[in-house]
């Protein structure tokens, strides 16, 4: 089954304890993306990455890191986070050439206190 | 940098018509997608315009202006499924995102 696997999908941590999440995709999307949801906000892309170590910035992107080792795999660094990053985060991907149309994941909820 | 706007909430009844518009100002622009997403769900893709016109799918239509800067879903025939957030999006390299507008569907 053609689908983008994120994990954990819930995760309460505290400050400053770095933590990763993980994304995977099984579509050999070359394009993936990483956003957050928040209440009123919508989705807000925090980083993309067109290809294998090819990494580039969205919008909100402070706070967080990402690495594009392999094609299939996009991770989420988060390594020192604060309360104002609790939030929704999706992972994306698509076809390169075809980014209006991305297949996301199931979330992760995170909580940081 | 992009910024989209659209109604936050729409409710009609079963079988009615819902137009929910979108706006959006933009430093570079491909086109406009939509996106369905029920209660915190993965949003799933609905449609997209890259060219001026209307696109349909089904129930669902899309529309383009770029000289207006705008575009529309149509959602036809609404059924209780349809109760969902519905959110636009910019395309280029980076996807900017509407706010999302809930659309609530009454018996």
């Known amino acids: 089954e053609a689908q983008v696997t994120q994990n954990p999908r819930y995760l309460i941590t505290v400050t400053g304890k770095k933590l990763t999440v993980t994304c995977s995709q099984n579509m050999n999307h070359e394009y993936m993306s990483w956003y957050r949801q928040d209440p009123g906000l919508g989705l807000r892309q925090i980083y993309y990455s067109m290809n294998v170590e090819v990494t580039d910035k969205g919008d909100v992107p402070e706070g967080y890191k990402v690495s594009r080792k392999e094609k299939r795999n996009f991770p989420l660094i988060l390594e020192s986070p604060s309360p104002n990053q609790t939030s929704l985060y999706f992972c994306?991907?698509?076809?390169?050439?075809?980014?209006?149309?991305?297949?996301f994941g199931p979330g992760t909820r995170l909580t940081v206190t | 940098g992009q910024s989209l706007e659209q109604p936050s909430e729409v409710t009609a009844v079963e079988g009615a018509i819902v137009q929910i518009n979108c706006t959006y100002q933009?430093?570079?622009?491909?086109?406009l997608s939509w996106y369905q997403q029920h209660d915190g769900g993965a949003p799933t893709f609905l449609s997209y315009?890259?060219?001026?016109g209307l696109e349909e799918t089904g129930r669902f239509s899309s529309f383009l202006s770029r000289s207006d800067s705008y575009g529309y879903l149509l959602l036809q025939e609404l059924q209780m499924k349809d109760s969902a957030s519905y959110f636009c999006?910019?395309?280029?390299?980076?996807?900017?995102f509407g706010a999302g507008t809930t659309v609530t569907v009454r018996a």
């Open positions: 994306a991907s698509s076809r390169g050439q075809v980014t209006y149309e991305q297949y």
């Open positions: 999006a910019a395309i280029d390299y980076k996807l900017s």
């Open positions: 315009n890259g060219l001026d």
């Open positions: 933009t430093s570079g622009f491909y086109g």
